[in-house]
């Protein structure tokens, strides 16, 4: 016997009873924000998605009234530091409602704050187990950092204050140190952020034999905490660590740090501070120069007064041994006349007493002719 037909209204009035019979009035519900949308009368417009390994589970859509969204945001803004949005894992009180001409949905009651909080902390915590164990957390301070960095590839937006600051304190420094950099665009926050800046560092890998790039910055400045969270990716943290360069970053405000910034070389909190640091590297190479002159121009000075004082006493010793060369040769030489003196006294003598000896042999013959 074939069933009695029924309207489609009659169906969905019959499916909405049945629902507010078997169902409880409220559920607490853990799901992601696919997607948040604010009407113009203050309501708020949600998909709630439950996904797998990328896939996606389960979805529905939610509704939060003007009056409930209103107070529901001031609590999560207060307590988390951001606005709600969509990406996000939240722990909602909600119940369900059927209407006969837009279906099934779910009315958004109470969001907990701390839930969300909690589920950044633990993936977070989860990246970070993950790239220690890989052995990426120090892999990119294996560089030694050069002693002046004269040349910078720079990531950030050119758009980004952050990054403005960094380029007016390099360009503006007082000593008129010289520093050549260039821009790689990406942009710094927002679901484009990651492969942007992961493509920039690419990009930069490509031109290193070219460029000769001795440091690679990443800047961007303040901002909310979910705002920084593209710094958090395991993809983006992994290329900065296998970065050919040293990375340094300066991307948050005093409380923030990311896990970009644990896998950077060196981790500094704002783009001013970044470069400060490059300018201090300058400066304590400046000084050693000078530590240097110095210390040559005193090491000169101290060789050249022992080489004077050598060589006085060198011209001493060769003055005395020239005079006592001078007296011995002086010695020698009369010696040398006393002693001819003497030969020709003799021979004299000698020569004296033959001629005596012959004029008396002369006399002695005249006499006897």
């Not at 001031?74 to 606005?83: H, I, L, M, P, Q």
């Not at 059927?98 to 907990?112: A, P, R």
């Not at 969270?229 to 660590?241: G, H, S």
Request: one cysteine or more; a negative charge.
């Amino acid at each position: 016997m074939q069933q009695q037909a029924i309207s489609l209204l009659s169906l969905n009035e019959l499916i909405k009873s049945t629902l507010d019979s078997h169902l409880a009035p409220t559920y607490w519900v853990i799901a992601e924000i696919g997607e948040l949308r604010a009407g113009v009368r203050g309501h708020a417009y949600l998909d709630l998605i439950e996904k797998s390994e990328g896939n996606i589970l389960a979805k529905i859509r939610g509704n939060i009234w003007s009056y409930t969204y209103q107070s529901i945001s001031r609590k999560f803004e207060s307590t988390t530091g951001t606005a709600l949005k969509g990406g996000m894992n939240i722990m909602a009180l909600v119940s369900v409602q059927f209407h006969e001409l837009y279906g099934i949905s779910l009315v958004v009651k109470d969001i907990d704050p701390n839930f969300t909080l909690g589920e950044r902390a633990r993936k977070r915590q989860e990246i970070i187990s993950r790239l220690t164990n890989e052995g990426l957390i120090d892999l990119n301070r294996q560089y030694v950092l050069p002693k002046v960095s004269q040349k910078i590839a720079i990531i950030s937006s050119v758009t980004a204050a952050g990054y403005g600051d960094f380029i007016n304190q390099l360009d503006q420094n007082p000593q008129r140190y010289k520093i050549h950099y260039q821009l790689f665009q990406a942009a710094m926050q927002g679901k484009d952020a990651v492969p942007q800046i992961i493509q920039a560092i690419q990009q930069i890998e490509d031109l290193l034999m070219e460029e000769k790039f001795d440091l690679l910055v990443i800047v961007r400045g303040g901002g909310a905490q979910t705002d920084l969270d593209c710094f958090d990716d395991y993809e983006l943290a992994k290329t900065i660590a296998n970065a050919s360069l040293p990375v340094v970053t300066g991307i948050g405000h005093e409380r923030d740090e990311s896990i970009a910034d644990l896998v950077a070389h060196t981790q500094l909190k704002t783009p001013t501070a970044v470069a400060s640091f490059i300018l201090s590297g300058f400066r304590e190479f400046e000084d050693s120069l000078h530590r240097n002159l110095v210390a040559i121009e005193r090491r000169t000075q101290a060789r050249l007064k022992a080489e004077e004082s050598g060589l006085t006493d060198k011209t001493h010793l060769i003055t005395n041994l020239f005079r006592q060369k001078l007296n011995e040769s002086n010695l020698s030489l009369e010696r040398y006349a006393q002693q001819a003196r003497r030969i020709s006294l003799y021979r004299t003598e000698k020569e004296y007493l033959k001629c005596e000896h012959l004029e008396q042999n002369l006399k002695k013959s005249l006499t006897e002719d």
